[in-house]
């Protein structure tokens, strides 16, 4: 079964920033592996997403600003967060997609807080 933790969350000054890990147990390779948020009262949106070959995709709030990238050093896939804004306050979440045989599935972490102060 595929376990996801993330971590990194945490309480930051606007303008700060923040680096969220995820860390998967159960399978060692996925098709994609994406964050998303969900601020309070609002629905979960895409954050940014890389595939196995290290190629980024980001939402437009996201551009510029984050950075998704696979660390080998800890075996995990990051979120580099800079220059936060008090709108990026949320719970983050991991999310990863896989084939297995014919069958796509998808887990999820069981998020961390980020909340950006003004």
């Known amino acids: 079964q595929v376990r996801l933790v993330e971590s990194g969350g945490g309480l930051v000054r606007a303008g700060g920033f923040l680096r969220l890990s995820c860390a998967a147990s159960?399978?060692?390779?996925?098709?994609?592996v994406a964050w998303y948020r969900q601020p309070v009262g609002s629905q979960r949106d895409w954050v940014a997403r890389i595939s196995p070959r290290n190629n980024a995709n980001y939402n437009d709030f996201a551009k510029g600003r984050f950075t998704i990238y696979t660390n080998n050093a800890k075996d995990t896939v990051d979120l580099q967060m800079d220059n936060l804004k008090p709108e990026d306050t949320g719970v983050y979440y991991c999310?990863?997609?896989?084939?297995?045989?014919?069958?796509?599935?998808?887990?999820w972490g069981q998020g961390t807080q980020v909340t950006v102060s003004s």
């Open positions: 159960g399978r060692s390779s996925f098709d994609a």
């Open positions: 999310h990863v997609e896989w084939w297995d045989y014919d069958e796509q599935k998808s887990a």
